[in-house]
């Protein structure tokens, strides 16, 4: 069994920050900042995870009045109750026999949130899972491992339970003090150690998945990674062999925006990718954790 997404859509944010608007507090250059990361520009909203999230929820245009589930995804949301998710079921006048859940795996959150539908959801049944993140709250500008990386961002996808290809892997490990945010504080990051976790980690993951179904990086026609560093994604591309073209990027435009990325590569990509074709999502960050499924479209 198997997700079938139908409608994608983002939140739009008109507040775009250039690289070179970190030079003026940090020790760093726009060229330092790309060539690193692979970031020119990102968003910083003025609306709270709420107000995007429920923004975005008017964009869909399908039937999203006979939902069985609704998931929020985001570490950043100051709300907490009611939930986001219930919030956003009232605004599309959803009935009322629907689970509302919000859940926190920061930048692995989304995939995890499909992986919880497919599991949840009867055949022919639909859910609307979403991302909202409003990570500039918790920034410290004045932090150059951190400020130059993150964004806000929501987007969010309906989806059907069908019996397409459906492939999971997940694992957790030891944080290490690698990725935290703790009450009233700003997010901190052991740079080095996030790194090495994500090309190795995510690398075996998506492995494992291609092994699974005895398939290669040739076989897989588009690849949607967490949205949090070029070099990382590049470096996967490589080494499963994969076409690079069918790798899906907006990190350029948008950097870092945890459990959002996803979604938001989904949504502007959305009619690029046909029926038929063989998908892989990938989520990883703070936990640390990663979380990555093979579907079919």
Sequence with gaps: MGLKILEAHKFDIEKFIENKHFEQNLDTSSEWIEKRTGIITRQFSDYGTDVMALNLAKKFKNNMENLDLII???????KRMPSVSNLVREELKN?????????NLACSGFVAALLIAESYLLEGKRAYIFASEKISDFMDMEDRKTAILFGDGAGGVLVEKNNKLWKTDVASFSNENSLNLDENSKITMDGKKVYRFAIEEVLNSIKRLLNKNKFTGKDIDKMILHQANKRIIDHVVEKIGMDRKNCLLNLQKYGNTSAASIPLVIAENFALIKGGEKIILSGFGAGLSVVSVLMEW
């Design 95 to 103: 009935n009322p026999h629907c689970l509302c859940l919000d859940i």
């Design 72 to 78: 929020c995804a985001s570490f950043s949301s100051k």
